[in-house]
């Protein structure tokens, strides 16, 4: 059988077991039923009060009677007093106790048999009833046939609890796919949420134990359970501790039930038990599904509540900082370290982490060093990834001896740095010209069991080039050719050729660029470039005008610092017709035409200079009258 109450607006269904012995039996003497109360009730003070029931309907073997009851409960102790059911087609007297007995009055049974099956479908008002299926009293009330049937066949409570309230064993594995699923209108759209409106008697009125229920309920995933009991203890005046709470907080958002941890933690906030973790579970859960701005709103609501309860942490920050870090939201990262600065909170040595590591990838390169000089003074560690990372931002603003003496530091504490905190260093230390430097951490790299890469390679090459060290740039480039041919990319060939122009060894510029083509690399504009202009600094403008054809049969498209280096080669060696050829057959360009000025000026040909200033000013471009001027007055005196 099954009993239906509604309840200003609740419903509570109830199976109850019926033996057989023989007889049908056509109505209910005794049950026990949850209700959700008024949660103003005081603790250890109980008043009988008196209250109706909107609908009981009560369901056997396919037939329904419907009627009203009045009963009397005490506020706290959740025992049904006296129920009168005012239906005549129902059961009147009957008393409700937390006993699983059925009381039988012989006699008005006998009348219930007499009056017949027929007067079933009748109301307490004489009204016909709808049919069995929706009934309509302000609400609906759904009913499911075959529910029923398997309540009257098992003949026991298919729920968690007993209907004496007692608890029963745990099972393993969840109970949600057990359970209805609802959908809900909430802050997180298109989530579930589990119907958890039942609640139960409580036998068990110690609110450590029944913690420690929900606790394990929560740890054994039984989701609709756990939610029934901190219901049950909420109408009965109970309070779940913390642990409990954020175990259960943390199962529903592990099962992406966000709208019911959203409940959990409302009710959490109303009774004042919440904790640094709770919000931190909270959060993340926003963030996942309305993402960060959302979460932001959300922790700006919630810091402001925290202020006066005094229930934030640091890992609260922490959260935040994280998800900010994942949408590369280096604004907002800096506000909540300024933040929790000032409201008193002290950085961990995960906040300061996560700080370095956020700043660093969004090119925040001060903030990172800020970050990391707060931490040391702070007296805390930093990780080994988090000196990586500084080393980094050292390499990026040109802090060298930072980024050495951490290094140092590094290896003096028995760490490993890895090979793109040594190849920071080294080009760190090339750019600074510390050269000798530079080959020590080379060496250390190597000693460290890690093999150089092109970046290591092309960070000592660049080295060298700026230290003027041009023939040693050469001489590293030959080994590196011997040792690791495999690496050599255009990037290397480059500052080799750079190292052959300032030389002007034209030769090994051929030589370079040849084989480069030969390896199967691509010549850029810019490698054919650097050959050029070691022919421009060598005075060999025959080879520079040949490698210039090879580069333009070979369908690289020549540049404006090409026809320059071009340009400059053929004046220097006075090859006048070759320069009106070159003018001849590129586009009109005034770095070209002031080019060939100056040169004409500097070898004294004024009037064939004079004659290309007018040409440029009837091509529509805008000839260097400063450079004109200063060069005829040169001629002049």
Known sequence: MLVTMKWHGLACQKGVYFPNNGKDRNCCRSYCCGGYGCSAMKTRRIHVAT???????????????????????????????????????????????????????????KELIRRGIDQFDKDPLGQ?????????????????EKEEQDLVE?????????????????????????????????????????????????????ENELSRRILMLSRSNKI????????????????PNRHACNSLLSCLIRHELHEDALRVFEYMKKNEITTGHAYSLILKAVASTKGCDSALDMFTELEAFSREKKDFDVIVYNTMISVCGKEKNWVETQRIWRSMKENDYHGTQVTYSLLVSIFVRCGQNE????????????????????????????????????????FQNMLDHGLKPNLIACN?????????????LAFKVFKILKSLGHTPDEYTWNALLSGLYRANQHVDALQLFERLKREQNSLLNEHLYNTALMSCQKL???????????????????????????????????????????????MVHQKCPPDTFTYLSLIRSCIGASLWDKVEEILDQVAPDVS?????????????????????????GKSGLKPDGALMLQNLRKNST
């Open 504 to 550: 002007g060894l034209w030769d090994r510029a051929l030589q370079l660029v040849w084989q480069a083509e030969a390896s199967g690399l691509s010549v850029s504009t810019a490698s054919y470039n650097l050959a050029i202009g070691a022919c421009e600094v060598a005075r060999k403008p025959e080879v520079a005008l040949e490698v210039y054809e090879h």
């Open 154 to 206: 098992s003949g026991k409570d298919q729920f968690d609890m007993d209907s004496c309230g007692q608890n029963l064993p745990l099972q393993q594995g969840s109970d949600i796919n057990n359970e209805k699923i609802v959908q809900s209108p909430s802050l997180l759209n298109n989530r579930v949420t589990v119907n958890e409106s039942r609640v139960h008697f409580l036998e068990e009125t110690d």
């Open 592 to 616: 070209l035409y002031n080019a060939v000025i100056h040169g004409m000026c500097l070898r004294g040909k004024t009037e064939s200079a004079k004659k290309l200033y007018m040409k440029m």
């Open 51 to 109: 209250c109706e029931l909107n609908v009981v309907s009560v369901s056997m073997k396919g037939l329904t009677w419907f009627g009203c009851v009045r009963l009397k409960m005490p506020q706290m102790g959740l025992q049904f007093g006296s129920i009168t059911m005012r239906n005549s087609l129902a059961v009147s007297g009957v008393v409700a106790c937390n006993e699983s007995k059925l009381v039988s009055e012989d006699n008005r049974q």
């Open 224 to 239: 609709r359970s756990a939610l029934q009991l901190l219901r049950s203890m909420e109408f009965s005046g109970l309070q």
């Open 424 to 436: 920071a260093l080294i080009n760190l230390l090339g750019k600074a010209g510390e050269i000798k």
């Open 367 to 406: 903030l990172a060093l800020e970050a990391y000089s707060e931490m040391v003074q702070n007296g805390l560690k930093p990780r080994e990834d988090t000196l990586h990372a500084v080393i980094g931002a050292c390499s990026k603003k040109g802090n060298w001896d930072l980024a050495l003496n951490i």
């Open 128 to 144: 016909k009833l709808p049919p069995w299926g929706i009934v309509s009293d302000n609400s609906e009330l759904v009913s499911n």
